[in-house]
Structure formats: structure tokens, C-alpha cells
């Protein structure tokens, strides 16, 4: 059995395991990632650098992966990218049932853990026999997006509604107002949403007639946005 003992600290939603799940997710799922298509390598040696790295940068310690542990990764990544998918659209029956199936799949077996001088807490772990990286990593995630998903932070997990971008995030706002997975995301939104309403008043000054009271609206808010730009 390979143990992935992780503490849970329950102020913090870094520490229960969720920010894993956000890496694996933005890392090795295809789609879309600030702006640019987000694809992954077709060959099996790159496609296994590739989970061995992601891995490595969670562990934080250099880990050596087999080809199936890789392939394993990836494929754990999009289904915790489907749990995320369907808290963002706000469908929690869904969500549970799916994050149910995966705590079976991984054989999710918390278990309450007491060392190092330190108070009991909880750790991740799968109960399967010879549990290679990619199970162990599995069931660790799952059971925290459970125990994210069963209190009431569960609302915060999210997918970028930046144009194309679909990345996850887990919204550690005050009020759960995040939409964004980056500063970067952030700003493109900005900039288009400010393209677009000056697109909209020059379209409006082109097609009013002159001296209409809409030409002199349109014409100084204009004005204003290109001070900005
Ligand atoms: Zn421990
Ligand atoms: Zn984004």
C-alpha cells in the first residue's frame, strides 16, 4: 500500500488536497489555457515526461513514474477536471455522484493519523494493494474534492470563463466571486469587454445623423476610452 499522507488543516483549502487536483487538471488536460489551445503530446515518451514532471512539481521531490502511471495521470486529471466541470455549472447531484464512482475506483480509505508529536488528523490514502503513484495521487484528490464538495466551500470550485481559456481554480475569495483562473485571464476579459463597447460606439456615431444628441453622447464617451486605452 502506498501511503500519500497529507494533513488537513481546515482553514485552508490549499492544504486539503485540492490545489493537487487543480495542477493535474491545468497541466494534463487538454483544452484551452489563457488564451491558446492547451494540447498534449500524441507520443507515449513525451506524454510520460510530461505526468512524471507534473508529479514531480506536486510531490515537490523528483519521482520516477511508469509509462502506465503516466497514462494513469492524465486520464485521472480529466476526470477530476469533470467533477470541476460540473460544480461550475452549478450541477452538485452530478458532482457527487461522479466524485462517489472515483472514491471506488481509487479505493479512497482516509484514515485518522497521529505522529510526530502532532494531533490526530487525516490521511489520504488508497486501500489498494501495490497502489502505484497514479491511484495513490487519485485518492487523495478525490477525497478532498469530497470533503470540499460536502461543506460549503463546495461552490468555490471553478473553470476560467475567460474566452478560451478552461482552466480550473478553487476560489479562496471571501465572497466566491472569483471567475477567473489568472491575473492574465483577468485582464484579457478587461481589454475585450473594453474593445467591445468602443467597437459599439463607433458604430453608433457611423450610423446616426449629424447633430443627433446621440452623436455628441456617443462621440465624448468615446473620447473618454481612447484617453484610457
Ligand atoms: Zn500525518
Ligand atoms: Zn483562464
Redesign the pocket.
Known amino acids: 500500500m502506498l501511503l500519500v499522507?497529507?494533513?488537513m488543516k481546515f482553514e485552508s483549502y490549499a492544504d486539503r488536497g485540492v490545489d493537487p487536483a487543480v495542477e493535474l487538471i491545468n497541466r494534463l488536460s487538454p483544452g484551452w489555457s489563457q488564451g491558446r489551445l492547451w494540447r498534449l503530446p500524441v507520443d507515449p515518451v513525451s506524454r510520460h515526461d510530461l505526468a512524471q514532471e507534473v508529479e514531480a512539481k506536486i510531490s515537490g521531490h523528483p519521482v520516477t513514474l511508469t509509462r502506465q502511471a503516466g497514462e494513469e495521470m492524465i486520464r485521472l486529471a480529466c476526470d477530476l477536471r469533470s467533477v470541476f466541470e460540473l460544480m461550475s455549472q452549478g450541477r452538485q447531484d452530478r458532482a457527487a455522484a461522479m466524485v462517489n464512482t472515483l472514491l471506488t475506483r481509487y479505493q479512497a480509505a482516509p484514515q485518522l493519523?497521529?505522529?510526530?508529536g502532532?494531533p490526530w488528523?487525516l490521511?489520504f490514502h488508497s486501500q489498494a494493494k501495490e497502489a502505484g503513484q497514479a491511484v495513490a495521487r487519485g485518492a487523495m484528490c478525490v477525497i478532498a474534492l469530497a470533503v470540499v464538495i460536502g461543506s460549503p466551500g463546495g461552490a468555490r470550485l471553478g473553470l476560467c470563463s475567460a474566452a478560451n481559456c478552461d482552466r480550473a481554480f478553487v476560489d479562496t475569495s471571501k465572497n466566491g466571486s472569483r471567475r477567473f483562473c489568472s491575473p492574465n485571464c483577468l485582464s484579457r476579459t478587461k481589454v475585450a469587454a473594453f474593445r467591445a463597447r468602443r467597437a459599439i460606439l463607433r458604430v453608433t456615431l457611423g450610423a446616426a445623423q449629424p447633430g443627433a444628441p446621440v452623436v455628441a453622447v456617443a462621440a465624448a464617451t468615446l473620447e473618454r476610452l481612447r484617453r484610457r486605452d
Open positions: 499522507p497529507v494533513k493519523a497521529r505522529h510526530d502532532e488528523h490521511h
